[in-house]
């Protein structure tokens, strides 16, 4: 459906995880590019008021060049002190492995597309082709 969309001249928000392949992905990408429309995934992080009065001062020289990041955003859990187990989920789908992609393992299969999309951003997409 992206690609038909692209090939149509429309611009395309598409959904975490973009595809279920990376060979769909490049499709996607390629389609978008060969057509001259924006293909975008839906990304909240990169949208807080933090994030980009961060980026502004980045842009503006005022805090120097990112040379690392540490990412620290919370997820829909509540804080821990580390290393105890994981708290309940405010929403229990959550911790559901079925309906979550992942149960548990959220900061990596539910949030970690959100840490990248603001480790790009703040870095100024540094060495990343």
């Not at 389609?31 to 975008?40: H, P, R, S, Y």
């Not at 548990?104 to 959100?114: K, T, V």
Request: aromatic share 8%; glycine share 6%.
């Amino acid at each position: 459906m992206t690609v038909a969309a692209a090939e149509s001249g429309k611009r395309v928000l598409v959904e975490k995880p973009m595809s279920a392949s990376i060979r769909q992905a490049n499709e996607m990408i390629s389609a978008a590019k060969k057509a001259g429309v924006v293909l975008m995934v839906g990304e909240s992080y990169v949208f807080t008021t933090t994030h980009m009065k961060a980026r502004q001062l980045i842009d503006q020289g005022a805090i120097g060049k990112p040379m690392f990041l540490d990412e620290r955003m919370g997820l829909w859990l509540p804080r821990r002190p580390w290393p105890s187990p994981p708290p309940r989920a405010p929403a229990p789908f959550r911790e559901d492995p079925i309906k979550s992609c992942g149960g548990f393992y959220q900061d990596a299969i539910d949030h970690f597309q959100h840490a990248m999309a603001t480790a790009r951003y703040l870095m100024l997409d540094a060495g990343i082709n």
